[in-house]
């Protein structure tokens, strides 16, 4: 059974700029969540889709967006952005009424 | 005021000796989920074992286990054996209502 996808891998993107990352869950899972991990920040929660729907947000401004397609893959976009949204971030995916998430490898964004 | 409490920033062990990684956390959610997830320098998040609030028992799976004592909200890590490839970021993490939280990290450096 495959993991849960995330691509790409790397990128590199100019500040102001808009990027956006891709996540496909493990088959079955509909739950879809997202974490940006900075090392001073550590983990945090951007926000968590189950089918189609967001379910929950973080403490993210507006340049951080979301959605879920409804295959279950899940997309989040990233506008205008600063240095400071350098970070690794990661997807998770669970189903519905089980607790534990399962991550991809991340995608690690660097803004220059 | 914080969560989830790694008090660990670094820990050794010898290598095929035990270590116990620290774990307090706090929760007004009579429902929660306990979660150990190990980070290795490739970035992707694996996860290790689970404890639910409500389970009577410590949960183990293979050479981990949990030390749940929920009186003093604590749910430390034991890792039985330890070998060479051990060696990473260790994550406790919880869930509440529908928030999941992660601690700060405790970085595992198991000696041959």
């Known amino acids: 059974k495959a993991g849960v996808t995330q691509t790409p891998r790397y990128l590199i993107k100019t500040r102001g700029q808009q990027v956006t990352l891709s996540c496909s869950p493990i088959s079955g899972h509909r739950s879809v969540s997202w974490y940006q991990q900075t090392p001073g920040q550590g983990l945090q929660f951007l926000f968590e889709?189950?089918?189609?729907?967001?379910?929950n947000k973080g403490n993210f401004p507006g340049r951080f967006s979301g959605r879920q397609f409804s295959n279950s893959r899940s997309e989040m976009n990233v506008s205008t952005l600063e240095l400071g949204d350098s970070a690794l971030y990661l997807c998770?995916?669970?189903?519905?009424?089980?607790?534990?998430?399962?991550f991809g490898q991340g995608t690690r964004l660097t803004v220059v | 005021a914080q969560k989830i409490t790694q008090t660990q920033p670094g820990m050794f062990v010898q290598e095929k000796e035990a270590v116990t990684l620290d774990c307090t956390y706090d929760?007004?959610?009579?429902?929660?989920?306990l979660f150990w997830y190990k980070q290795p320098s490739s970035g992707e998040m694996i996860f290790l074992i689970y404890?639910?609030?409500?389970?009577?028992q410590n949960a183990t799976e293979g050479r981990y286990s949990l030390n749940f004592q929920k009186a003093r909200k604590s749910a430390n890590l034991v890792i039985s054996a330890s070998q060479l490839g051990d060696s990473a970021m260790y994550f406790c993490a919880m869930r509440e209502y529908n928030d999941m939280r992660f601690g700060a990290g405790t970085r595992l450096t198991v000696k041959p």
């Open positions: 404890q639910g609030s409500y389970d009577q």
């Open positions: 929760t007004s959610d009579p429902s929660y989920g």
């Open positions: 889709y189950f089918s189609e729907t967001q379910r």
């Open positions: 998770a995916s669970r189903l519905e009424n089980r607790p534990v998430a399962f």
